[in-house]
């Protein structure tokens, strides 16, 4: 009879111990809540479906969409031409001069530097 608990209790230990080696995921046994003295209850959190659709108005929310504008901000700028007679274009703010690339090229507003506060930068340089 001592031999029979002893290998019962062997075979209980190795069954604790036992690792799932490929194959399916192991499952834990659900247990059930006893209506037991507990004071900590378990915080609800939203269901999977719940939290995907919250983080989608975030997303929502806190994207920016590009606003078409009817006119693109514009400023009037001074042309001038450089010694080899290129047409460059200055600012009249900021009074920084461009290349001659800016002039062939207006809409890209990388071409045109102007200093960090100045009210024309991003804006489009139109000749007078």
């Not at 071409?111 to 024309?120: A, E, G, V």
């Amino acid at each position: 009879m001592v031999k029979y608990l002893e290998t019962k209790k062997r075979k209980s230990q190795k069954n604790k111990t036992k690792k799932n080696i490929g194959g399916a995921p192991h499952k834990k046994p659900d247990k059930k809540n006893k209506s037991s003295s507990s004071s900590s209850e378990k915080v609800k959190t939203p269901e999977k479906k719940e939290y995907r659709s919250l983080m989608e108005i975030h997303r929502l929310i806190h994207s920016e969409t590009p606003q078409k504008k009817d006119k693109s901000p514009t400023f009037i700028v001074d042309v001038l031409h450089d010694k080899n007679g290129n047409k460059i274009y200055k600012c009249p703010k900021c009074a920084t001069v461009t290349g001659y690339a800016a002039p062939k090229d207006p809409k890209n507003t990388n071409l045109f530097n102007h200093d960090l506060n100045c009210p024309c930068k991003g804006k489009i340089p139109v000749e007078k």
